[in-house]
């Protein structure tokens, strides 16, 4: 049986994702097993949101012209060499820029790729799978990467995610090469627009980076968890966020894209206050599970409402300038905060909380202000 060709995009988004997700959830174990100093991994990971942030625009340009599927094989070479470099543990800090220049290859390519393949009312449902996919990948890697570190060390696990990287590559071969109408995006007149839509997304990332990254910590300390029982507390809540996620397109059919997306975040709020203040860990636990499934299944419904307001030639450019600035405003929240915690310790999240639910609450109410009265252009 021969698949359709957004579901072999869809199957090769998985692999690679299953890839990605070793070398995001071991980076950091792998440095130190390198013997680099805490500051050291902290320049890594800021390495990697500056190549997403520097490229945006020039990538944004590149790939309708370059084409969708050979922006995908680009971004594959750059990531078998990236991540062989830092597997191997040479020249780990160029390998790094490489494999962030992957990334924002594959970021700038993959939704306008896919939107593509489909007619647009069955965007949704695809968006959808690929992102739970996507998500449920981060579950079973994660476990994966947790028994090859146990069996060969911190040091080469990392290596383990190149083959994952060439599984995914023949499913795209063949595919429509998908270059953009129109060469280069016209940004003249445009870049007004794009803010607008994307000051919901900066206003709720900002919130997210003051306590996403720390919720490991927080529940560690307040609850005095172990290592493994944090660990497995995430893993879950990836599942959760994937199946949220396949429940999308029935949700959309009864709301619309943007009444689902409002639904969605605006009903995860008590579930984050629960988080922040509940005393009992069972049902933190619970509303751990229920706020990141919530908030988090809302991405692929925006990436599709987003396809509906702009030309073929401005996607590519536009994803890639929201993850940059989604990656810069998550940075400088994360900054903030833990200079909060180095202050004010534990006590520090209920102050910490209470800012990122205000932002929410912004970000979830500037949803229709963002899409009013703007022209479909498909």
């Known amino acids: 049986m021969r698949l359709a060709p957004a579901y072999r995009l869809v199957l090769a988004s998985f692999l690679w994702s299953f890839g990605s997700n070793l070398i995001y959830f071991f980076l950091n174990f792998h440095l130190e097993a390198l013997g680099y100093a805490r500051l050291h991994v902290g320049y890594a990971q800021a390495l990697l949101l500056l190549v997403g942030v520097v490229f945006a ?20 070479l750059l990531a078998l060499l990236g991540g062989l470099l830092l597997g191997l543990g040479v020249a780990v800090f160029p390998g790094l820029a490489l494999y962030g220049l992957a990334g924002a290859f594959l970021q700038g390519a993959m939704a306008p790729l896919l ?7 069955r965007r949704v449902a695809l968006f959808s799978l690929q992102a739970a996919l996507t998500t449920l ?7 994966l990467a947790g028994m090859l570190s146990d069996a060969f060390g911190a040091r080469y696990v990392l290596l383990f995610a190149l083959p994952f990287f060439l599984l995914g590559t023949p499913w795209v071969v063949g595919l429509p090469e998908g270059y953009g109408k129109g060469g280069p995006p016209r940004l003249w007149g445009r870049m007004a627009l794009w803010l607008r839509l994307l000051l919901p997304q900066a206003v709720i990332g900002f919130g997210a980076g003051l306590v996403i990254p720390f919720l490991n910590l927080y529940l560690k300390e307040k609850f005095g968890l172990s290592y493994s029982a944090t660990g497995l507390v995430f893993a879950l809540s990836s599942v959760a966020t ?3 996620m396949l429940l999308q397109p029935l949700l959309v059919r009864f709301l619309g894209k943007l009444g689902a997306i409002v639904f969605v975040q605006a ?6 206050a629960a988080l922040a203040w509940a005393p009992w860990l069972p049902l933190v636990t619970l509303a751990l599970l229920i706020r990141g499934a919530l908030m988090n299944a809302a991405g692929p419904v925006y990436a599709a409402l987003v396809m509906d307001y702009l030309p073929e030639e401005e996607r590519p450019g536009f994803f890639l300038l929201e993850s940059a600035l989604w990656s810069l405003l998550f940075a400088l929240a994360s900054a903030l ?10 006590k520090a999240f209920d102050l910490l909380f209470g800012v990122t639910l205000a932002l929410y609450a912004l970000g979830i109410a500037l949803w229709p202000w963002a899409f009013r009265g703007l022209e479909r252009v498909d």
């Open 267 to 272: 009903l995860s709020l008590p579930f984050l």
């Open 242 to 244: 994937g199946v949220a």
């Open 57 to 76: 625009l020039p990538l944004g340009y590149l790939i309708p012209r370059l084409g969708y599927v050979r922006s995908l094989y680009a971004s594959l």
């Open 137 to 143: 990948s981060g579950f079973f890697s994660t476990l």
């Open 337 to 346: 905060s833990g200079a909060a915690q180095e202050a004010l310790g534990l």
């Open 115 to 121: 939107s593509r393949l489909v007619p647009p009312n």
